[in-house]
Nanobody
Framework: QVQLVESGGGLVQAGGSLRLSCAAS????????MGWFRQAPGKEREFVAA????????FYADSVKGRFTISRDNAKNTVWLQMNSLKPEDTAVYYC??????????????WGQGTQVTVSS
């Protein structure tokens, strides 16, 4: 089981950028596909982006495609989410998790504590 700690959230104006990090513990990190989800107040948790264990495949929700980029470094046990051109509707708590599925959009159930992203208009 991988333990996950997210960081990098904060308050940013619309159009700005943030880079989220997810630090994982455990020697098996490199064998896991990883993803980012988010949950806005009063809404269901939703898929944002995912990356395969090798980094060779990435997937994005339509709402963030072209603005967000997911990446990983298995030597550092870290996954990042670079978020550009942020919009107020991106405001949410962001979580990283291990994922599976044909588009890596289903969580295996191991969640970090989340990091808050707030985008002001």
């Amino acid at each position: 089981q991988v333990q996950l700690v997210e960081s990098g959230g904060g308050l940013v104006q619309a159009g700005g950028s943030l880079r989220l990090s997810c630090a994982a513990s455990g020697r098996s990190f490199s064998s896991y596909n990883m993803g980012w989800f988010r949950q806005a107040p009063g809404k269901e948790r939703e898929f944002v982006a995912a990356i395969s264990w090798s980094g060779g495949s990435t997937f994005y929700a339509d709402s963030v495609k072209g603005r967000f980029t997911i990446s990983r470094d298995n030597a550092k046990n870290t996954v990042w989410l670079q978020m550009n051109s942020l919009k107020p509707e991106d405001t949410a708590v962001y979580y990283c998790t291990s994922v599976y599925g044909s588009r890596l959009h289903i969580s295996l159930g191991s969640w970090g504590q989340g990091t808050q992203v707030t985008v002001s208009s």
